[in-house]
């Protein structure tokens, strides 16, 4: 359990349907809802706080929902949600959100075009949680059988599905030359490989873990490739502003707990995730147990490892330049 802070910061919407896909299948739409009520509203009001939390699938709205992790917190706060990370940080780089968890390479990508932006925390999952998929009738039985066909990549060069393609491309004695990459956000990848017009996709969870449940056929996951590890980067304007600051701090605070609690209660959290996310409940399982839930303040091991991935990707040209960790990393957000 996290430790607790000060007591100044103690501690539906529209509907994006998958297209093509089952009517239950759907994930949080943006959504302009604030939550501040009461006396909460009165100290938001009295501090001119209001945070805009950043999110993928709604997968961490629903994380924090589930654990109840946000109720009562001092500040306004509103989520955005957005089906990959591009263009999550896209709106991170605008100004428009003040965080933003994504997956490793993601992250440095979006350092790339937006050097103000810093990791503030880690959180620890399974490379299981994205893989390279093919219908289960595909003729492509392994790896190597992909060379000289098409293979689409969710969501945008950078993307997790990307490093994970590359390296397993490599274990099979291929370079990426030997197929034809094409960039697809998701939701669309997601509707067009259930129509068969996607013959091999790489993407990750939830779309990843749904396909699957849904008759997709694995060639290989991101295990023993991907490194497992997410991050939450927040913008550099946000932690400029001192309010704003030590609000995200208790935030991440709130969102370890939430880690916290769903490892503690995984049939719980499935359950609630399922019903929140509108997935599939043997989907919402498997997403559930190898998702990224165990968080903590970066530390000098994250940087370390992240690092690795850093050089990598800049050796495969999949990042146009060599990122240096350590310089976009902020270790001192839990001292605030």
């Given at each position: 359990?996290?430790?607790?802070?000060?007591?100044?910061?103690?501690?539906?919407?529209?509907?994006?349907?998958?297209?093509?896909?089952?009517?239950?299948?759907?994930?949080?739409?943006?959504?302009?809802?604030?939550?501040?009520?009461?006396?909460?509203?009165?100290?938001?009001?009295?501090?001119?706080?209001?945070?805009?939390?950043?999110?993928?699938?709604?997968?961490?709205?629903?994380?924090?929902?589930?654990?109840?992790?946000?109720?009562?917190?001092?500040?306004?706060?509103?989520?955005?949600?957005?089906?990959?990370?591009?263009?999550?940080?896209?709106?991170?780089?605008?100004?428009?959100?003040?965080?933003?968890?994504?997956?490793?390479?993601?992250?440095?990508?979006?350092?790339?075009?937006?050097?103000?932006?810093?990791?503030?925390?880690?959180?620890?999952?399974?490379?299981?949680?994205?893989?390279?998929?093919?219908?289960?009738?595909?003729?492509?039985?392994?790896?190597?059988?992909?060379?000289?066909?098409?293979?689409?990549?969710?969501?945008?060069?950078?993307?997790?599905?990307?490093?994970?393609?590359?390296?397993?491309?490599?274990?099979?004695?291929?370079?990426?030359?030997?197929?034809?990459?094409?960039?697809?956000?998701?939701?669309?990848?997601?509707?067009?490989?259930?129509?068969?017009?996607?013959?091999?996709?790489?993407?990750?969870?939830?779309?990843?873990?749904?396909?699957?449940?849904?008759?997709?056929?694995?060639?290989?996951?991101?295990?023993?490739?991907?490194?497992?590890?997410?991050?939450?980067?927040?913008?550099?304007?946000?932690?400029?502003?001192?309010?704003?600051?030590?609000?995200?701090?208790?935030?991440?605070?709130?969102?370890?707990?939430?880690?916290?609690?769903?490892?503690?209660?995984?049939?719980?959290y499935a359950q609630i995730y399922a019903t929140l996310t509108r997935s599939p409940l043997d989907a919402a399982k498997r997403i559930t147990q190898r998702a990224s839930l165990k968080q903590h303040f970066i530390t000098e091991a994250d940087i370390a490892a992240l690092q690795k991935v850093a050089d990598s990707a800049n050796r495969d040209a999949i990042l146009p330049r060599r990122i240096d960790v350590r310089a976009i990393a902020d270790t001192h957000i839990a001292n605030v």
């Open positions: 359990m996290a430790a607790s802070v000060p007591t100044s910061f103690s501690t539906r919407r529209r509907t994006l349907k998958l297209l093509g896909a089952a009517p239950a299948l759907s994930v949080f739409a943006v959504t302009g809802a604030l939550h501040a009520h009461g006396a909460q509203a009165a100290e938001a009001a009295a501090t001119s706080i209001t945070l805009v939390l950043g999110d993928q699938a709604g997968g961490t709205r629903a994380l924090a929902e589930a654990a109840k992790v946000l109720d009562g917190a001092p500040y306004a706060f509103r989520w955005a949600n957005f089906q990959g990370a591009a263009p999550l940080f896209e709106a991170q780089r605008a100004g428009a959100v003040d965080l933003a968890p994504a997956g490793d390479l993601p992250v440095l990508a979006a350092a790339v075009g937006d050097p103000s932006l810093k990791i503030v925390a880690t959180r620890v999952g399974s490379g299981a949680q994205l893989g390279i998929l093919v219908a289960a009738d595909s003729k492509i039985r392994t790896v190597a059988d992909l060379k000289g066909r098409t293979v689409f990549v969710s969501s945008a060069r950078g993307s997790i599905s990307q490093f994970q393609l590359y390296g397993a491309l490599a274990e099979a004695g291929l370079s990426k030359e030997d197929v034809s990459v094409r960039f697809i956000l998701p939701v669309d990848a997601f509707a067009a490989f259930a129509s068969g017009s996607i013959e091999a996709w790489a993407t990750f969870d939830p779309y990843y873990g749904i396909a699957v449940q849904r008759g997709a056929r694995i060639l290989r996951d991101g295990t023993g490739i991907n490194s497992g590890l997410g991050f939450i980067t927040a913008s550099g304007a946000a932690l400029a502003d001192t309010r704003k600051r030590a609000a995200i701090a208790d935030v991440l605070l709130r969102l370890q707990r939430a880690g916290d609690w769903a490892l503690a209660n995984p049939d719980a």
